[in-house]
C-alpha cells in the first residue's frame, strides 16, 4: 500500500559482445533486472572499451603494453541492494574480463516488493456490519474498535499489521472501504474523515499468524529441518 524508497540500486557493466549472454545470465539469476510483474529488464548498448593491460596484467584480450579497442555492449539493470554481493560476486565469475568494468548508483525509486501495508479486494462486496463479524471471527478477536459504518457495502480492503496509523491517507487515497490495523490513539480515528471504516483489531491480534505464515515459507525452503510452531500468547493485554 506504501511503496520503500531508496532499496534499490542500478548496476552498470561492460562486457565484450561474446560474453553479454553468460553476463547477462549471471545477472538475472542472481536477482537483477526484476521489475514488478516482469523479470529480464535490462537496458543494452553498444560502444567501444579502450584499454592498456600493463606488464603484470593477464589479458583475456589484448596484449600488456599496448592499447586494446574492443567492441562491448554497456548494460544497465536494477536490483534490490541487498542483492549487491551477490550480483557482484555472480557477474565477476560470468565476466570474461581478467578486470571487469563496473560501478553502481543509489536509486531513489519506489520498490513495489518492499513497504508497509497492504491493499486488496474481496471476491464479493459485503455489508459493513457483516464483514466486521466475519473479521472478528476469522481473526479470533475478543473485540474490536471501530469508526462510523460510512459505507453502504465494502469491497476493497487495507491492512497492516501493527501499528498503521500513519498509513491511514494511504489506504484514503487508494479508495480503501476499510482500513484494517492496530494502536489507533482517539484522535487517529478522526482521520478517518467518513471516507472510510477504521477497524483497529489490536497490535497482537493482527500479527499472531505472521508466525503460521513464516512456518510455512521455511517448510518450504528447509525440507530437513523439524519446525516448531510456539503456543506461547505473548500478549500483555486482557480483555474482561
Keep these: 500500500m506504501a511503496p520503500k524508497n531508496q532499496t534499490l540500486s542500478k548496476l552498470t557493466t561492460f562486457a565484450p559482445i561474446d560474453n553479454i549472454d553468460k553476463v547477462k545470465e549471471a545477472l538475472f539469476s542472481s536477482g537483477a533486472g526484476s521489475i514488478g510483474n516482469y523479470s529480464e529488464c535490462s537496458f543494452d548498448?553498444?560502444?567501444?572499451?579502450?584499454?592498456?593491460?600493463?606488464?603484470s596484467a593477464n589479458p583475456t584480450i589484448g596484449t600488456s603494453n599496448l592499447?586494446?579497442?574492443?567492441?562491448?555492449?554497456?548494460?544497465?539493470?536494477?536490483?534490490?541492494?541487498?542483492l549487491e554481493q551477490k550480483i557482484i560476486h555472480n557477474l565477476k565469475e560470468a565476466h570474461s574480463y581478467e578486470e571487469m568494468a563496473y560501478y553502481i548508483s543509489p536509486l531513489k525509486n519506489m520498490n513495489q516488493e518492499v513497504g508497509s501495508g497492504m491493499i486488496g479486494e474481496l471476491k464479493s462486496a459485503m455489508e459493513p456490519d457483516a464483514f466486521l463479524y466475519y473479521l472478528k471471527n476469522s481473526m479470533n478477536l475478543n473485540?474490536?474498535?471501530?469508526?462510523?459504518?460510512?459505507?453502504?457495502?465494502?469491497?476493497?480492503?487495507?491492512?497492516?499489521?501493527?501499528?498503521?496509523s500513519f498509513l491511514t491517507n494511504h489506504a484514503i487515497g487508494q479508495e480503501a472501504d476499510v482500513f484494517i490495523s492496530s494502536d489507533f490513539k482517539y484522535h487517529d480515528f478522526f482521520d478517518a474523515d467518513d471516507k472510510l471504516i477504521i477497524a483497529d483489531i489490536g497490535h497482537y491480534e493482527s500479527e499472531v499468524f505472521t508466525k503460521e505464515i513464516l512456518h510455512e515459507i521455511l517448510s518450504e525452503i528447509f525440507h530437513t529441518f523439524a519446525l516448531y510452531l510456539s503456543k506461547t500468547v505473548t500478549n500483555p493485554i486482557s480483555y474482561l
Design 67 to 82: 592499447t586494446e579497442h574492443v567492441r562491448e555492449i554497456r548494460i544497465e539493470v536494477i536490483f534490490p541492494e541487498y
Design 45 to 55: 548498448m553498444e560502444g567501444t572499451g579502450q584499454f592498456r593491460p600493463n606488464e
Design 143 to 164: 473485540c474490536l474498535k471501530h469508526t462510523a459504518l460510512v459505507k453502504d457495502t465494502v469491497k476493497k480492503i487495507a491492512i497492516c499489521g501493527g501499528a498503521g
